[in-house]
């Protein structure tokens, strides 16, 4: 399942660990369109080219039944997942939220970028 969307506070006797559970709703997952899993084929085939891919009955039947397909890595395999639902959100919270993801975006990046420079 998702994980629960966390607001980072300071600490004090209310969120004595520091983190606001923010409220959640469900939507369909937008990789796998609530499907839970992805062919590992992606695209489309002419004839020919599906006959040269899959040249038995068996591996035609194999894909057309899902064998070659892969279990949706931003769900989970369950078709749908936790988003901020912004109409329980206080303003202070919205604006606070979309701060902490804006920083926590640009260190994805950051990682990302060193990661191909072999840093």
């Not at 520091?18 to 992606?42: D, F, M, N, R, V």
């Not at 078709?79 to 902490?100: A, I, W």
Request: charged share 35%; with cysteine; hydrophobic share 25%.
């Amino acid at each position: 399942m998702s994980k629960e969307i966390v607001l980072y506070v300071e600490p004090c006797e209310k969120y004595p660990d520091g983190e606001k559970i923010l409220p959640t709703k469900w939507e369909i997952c937008p990789q796998c369109h609530g499907e839970g899993k992805s062919s590992a084929y992606l695209g489309s085939f002419t004839y020919a080219e599906f006959d040269e891919r899959f040249e038995t009955l068996e591996e035609q039947d194999y894909y057309f039944n899902g064998g070659y397909d892969k279990t949706c890595g931003h769900c989970q395999g369950t078709g749908k997942v936790r988003v901020l639902d912004e109409s329980r959100c206080t303003p202070e919270e919205l604006e606070e939220y979309r701060f902490q993801e804006f920083w926590r975006r640009s260190g994805e990046a950051e990682a990302e970028a060193e990661r191909r420079f072999g840093a």
